[in-house]
């Protein structure tokens, strides 16, 4: 299976920060990843698509970008309402896998 | 709008079975793929497996391949997935989600059912 190693496990933030989240894929998954928001007790709430995409509604503060085998998730200015889990997703090769998580506090 | 809407919580025995529901609602329901996945404090988000909508044709994920029996009921735009016999390290909470964007996971999630195994 694909391994997919995301760092920080956990984030200290402010308002106002930009953050940047990594998950590092253990071979090449192209352009198959996605990003996800989770706050405590919701489900996940899909925030990148194609590793560089926003689907609608989701604000323009956030953003996906890849180098290589690194995929990050960065969200600029961070807002109150930002702060939550995040998880990526490789979507190349069965099965699926997610990271670890992200916890921002 | 779409929805995917979940049957509620259950605690079960070890050795047991469950079935939780995912009923879709606000799309074509046979033309996606309805997925499932496992989440615990210890081991995150874990891909179980996707259903055909259509067809019913399913791949699991290995792991979960002799626990989990992935359904859909076409009438009433319902899938399901039977979990079998339950340990406590099957406790978790169980989303389904709907394929989106090329992916057997998008952006369509249910609620979350919590599926507490214990004697």
């Known amino acids: 299976d694909i391994q997919m190693t995301q760092s920080p496990s956990s984030m200290s933030v402010s308002l106002g920060d930009t953050v940047t989240i990594t998950c590092r894929a253990s071979q090449d998954v192209g352009i198959y990843v996605h990003w996800f928001q989770q706050k405590p007790g919701k489900s996940p709430r899909h925030m990148i698509y194609?590793?560089?995409n926003l689907p609608d509604g989701v604000p323009s503060r956030f953003s996906g970008s890849r180098s290589g085998s690194d995929y990050s998730l960065t969200i600029s200015s961070l807002e109150s309402e930002d702060v939550a889990d995040y998880h990526c997703?490789?979507?190349?090769?069965?099965?699926?896998?997610f990271g670890s998580g992200t916890k921002l506090e | 709008q779409v929805q995917l809407q979940q049957s509620g919580a259950e605690l079960a025995k070890p050795g047991s079975s469950v079935k939780i529901s995912c009923k879709a609602s606000g799309y074509p329901f046979s033309s996606y793929y309805i997925s499932w996945i496992k989440q615990t404090t210890g081991q995150g988000l874990e891909f179980i497996g996707y259903?055909?909508?259509?067809?019913?044709?399913?791949n699991y994920n290995e792991k979960f391949k002799d626990k989990a029996t992935l359904t859909v009921d076409k009438s009433s735009s319902t899938a399901f997935m039977q979990l079998s016999s339950l340990t406590p390290d099957d406790s978790a909470v169980y989303y389904c989600?709907?394929?989106?964007?090329?992916?057997?996971?998008?952006?369509?999630w249910g609620q979350g059912v919590m599926v507490t195994v214990s004697s």
């Open positions: 194609r590793a560089t």
């Open positions: 997703l490789q979507f190349d090769e069965f099965p699926l896998t």
């Open positions: 989600a709907r394929s989106d964007y090329s992916s057997y996971v998008g952006s369509y």
């Open positions: 259903i055909s909508s259509g067809s019913g044709g399913t």
